[in-house]
């Protein structure tokens, strides 16, 4: 993480952001708060969470932490309660926390299926509803991260596939029920990104990384420092009359063929 600060986009900005231990979600953070946004970062895993935090704060930010399960309502609740009470008002809510693994539908338990509904959408819900009254309305940003899968049909996915789809579904829903208060509510949707956990399981193997890669436009994996941008983009007053959007960061990908990984899983019908 860079440990100089440059324009602070985000001076005197509170950000609260699940899925902020690790990968894309905590990159996003990072960036947040090199633009001098105070940052939440909430999760599953305290450990992973104290680390971002204290690289965060090594670099000269404000970073705070909250160990919750986004499907815990009650649970959100409670550390979006604390968040207000220490820095008032949350102008950025980054909804990162995502669960994935690859199996075809025959293969998938009923448990496994709503496990993934339960943390990317449900999850999403339980953020975003009881952030609502914490949120600076006008001027909060709700970013929600999605992917290809909302759009594409993807085998072995078919869980994320239905998440995702209503993912971005629940934010366009509230850019226009939140639009009024002057709340804005957009995706990311992250294309193939190096050094992520997903694209480790999706692309186990140097021969699977390599049909992935010239499977893409652009030749090459996208960064987790490409998506904090266009987070931050997003998050700025250079967004200011952008909301409803889904914002695909994936070097063309999506325009080149349908999505079926399941050659690069290795999973069957």
């Known amino acids: 993480m860079e440990s100089i600060f440059r324009d602070l986009l985000l001076k005197n900005k509170t950000a609260f952001v699940t899925g902020g231990g690790s990968g894309i979600g905590q990159r996003m953070a990072e960036r947040f708060a090199q633009h001098g946004a105070r940052v939440v970062l909430a999760g599953r895993k305290a450990g992973q969470l104290d680390e971002a935090a204290s690289a965060i704060r090594d670099a000269g930010g404000t970073a705070e932490t909250a160990a919750l399960d986004v499907r815990d309502y009650a649970a959100v609740q409670s550390a979006l309660e604390r968040t207000h009470a220490q820095f008032g008002s949350i102008d950025i809510l980054l909804c990162a926390a995502a669960g ?118 652009l030749r090459r994996y996208g960064t987790k420092d490409e998506l904090a941008d266009l987070a931050l983009f ?22 080149t063929r349908p999505g079926d990984l399941a050659g690069l899983s290795g999973a069957g019908a």
């Not at 339980?126 to 909060?140: I, V, Y």
Request: proline letters at 6%; one cysteine or more.
């Open 100 to 217: 994935n693994f690859p199996a075809p539908v025959t293969k998938m338990s009923a448990n496994g299926f709503k496990a993934v509904i339960d943390i990317d959408l449900l999850g999403t819900f339980n953020t975003c509803r009881a952030a609502h009254e914490f949120l600076r309305k006008p001027g909060a940003s709700i970013i929600s991260i999605s992917a290809s899968h909302a759009t594409t049909p993807i085998a072995a996915q078919a869980h994320v596939c239905a998440a995702k789809a209503g993912v971005e579904l629940l934010m366009k829903t509230l850019a226009i029920e939140w639009g009024p208060a002057g709340i804005r509510a957009n995706c990311i949707t992250p294309g193939a990104t190096a050094d992520t956990e997903g694209m480790a399981r999706l692309a186990p193997t140097e021969e699977a990384r390599r049909r992935v890669v010239q499977s893409i436009p």
């Open 234 to 255: 997003l998050c700025s007053e250079a967004a200011s009359f952008i909301t409803g959007a889904v914002y695909v960061c994936d070097g063309g990908h999506s325009l």
